[in-house]
Structure formats: structure tokens, C-alpha cells
């Protein structure tokens, strides 16, 4: 098997992405028209306005789509670092998304940019998805260590500096609850009398 350039990576991402191109270069020629629906009257006067809201994917069917886009394309690397977000975001499944995007840091062929970019979106993973904060700096490290005298590992050892920021940021704020106290002090007493 040939090795894998970046000349061939490049090549790969635009055939991944052509049907997009494809359908925008067609929509700019053949112009149809576009007929829109009535809108709907009187809406200030109904109950509630949650009809107008879109109806939301279904997570399982955007992962399905996700997966068979990779087979057909595995080194897309916007859509892999899309499947990882949707695991991680929409099913709380930090092991599938660290898979993906480990696929991403571990190829060769990105530039550091890339790399440090996905290691900071792993490391916010598994902040939002409760990992230690040992792991979290395992990671970040990872960029300072790979990555060394360039500026993607300053600003990793900055945001090592402030990582157990992070970590307070989400925690939960315990609630105190206040005292109850007069409600009406000032006016207890009634109106001054005049002497």
C-alpha cells in the first residue's frame, strides 16, 4: 500500500465535499422557482408558538449518515471531527469521540495547527463529560510536548495554567438561601404626627 501524502489528503477532502459543490454550482444555473407556503394567520392569538419549531434530527440517523460518509471517505477530516462532536455532545459518549478524533491527532499528514485544535476539543470533551482533571492535563499536554517552541503549545501551557479555572466553572454553585426580614421597615410605624 502507497503511503498516504498530503497532496492525496487534500484530494481526498474535495471529493468528499464535491456533492456539496456540485449541488451549490448546479442551484447557480438552473434557477427554479421557489414557492412559499402561506404563512400562518393570527399568530399573535394562539396559545403557543411550539408548531413553528423545526423538527430536530434524529441523533441516530445523523450518526449513521456521519459513519457511512467516513466509509466512503475515511481521511475527511471535517467529518470525522463532526461524528466525534455529535458523540460527544448529542450522546455523552466520550469514548467515541476521543476514537474519532484520536484517528485525527494520530495521522500524520495535518499541520500542527490542526492537531493542537482537536487536542483542546478532546480536552473540552472530557471537561463537559467529567474526566479527571489528570486526564485533561495529559492531554493538553500532549500539544505542549509535540509541539514545542510553536504557539498552539504557549497557549496549551497557559490554558494548563488556568485549568483548575476550568474545572470551577463546571461545578455547580451550591444555593444559600437568605433569611426572611421585615418586609415594610419603613413604614411600621405609620406617618409621622406633626407636633
Known sequence: MLPFHRGSHGAEHRLAHLSEAERIILAQHDRQNLTVPEGVRNIGLRDSTAFLRPEEADPNQLAETFIRHLEAYPHDSVGREKLATHYARDFKRLDLAEVELGQLIDETNHRPKQVAHWLNLLANFQIELGADAATVRATLEKIV??????????????????????????QETSVVKLGVYEQNLGLKYGRPTKP
Open 145 to 170: 510536548e509535540r509541539f514545542a517552541g510553536l504557539p498552539v503549545a504557549e497557549i496549551a501551557q497557559r490554558r494548563l495554567a488556568l485549568l483548575n479555572n476550568e474545572f470551577r466553572g463546571r
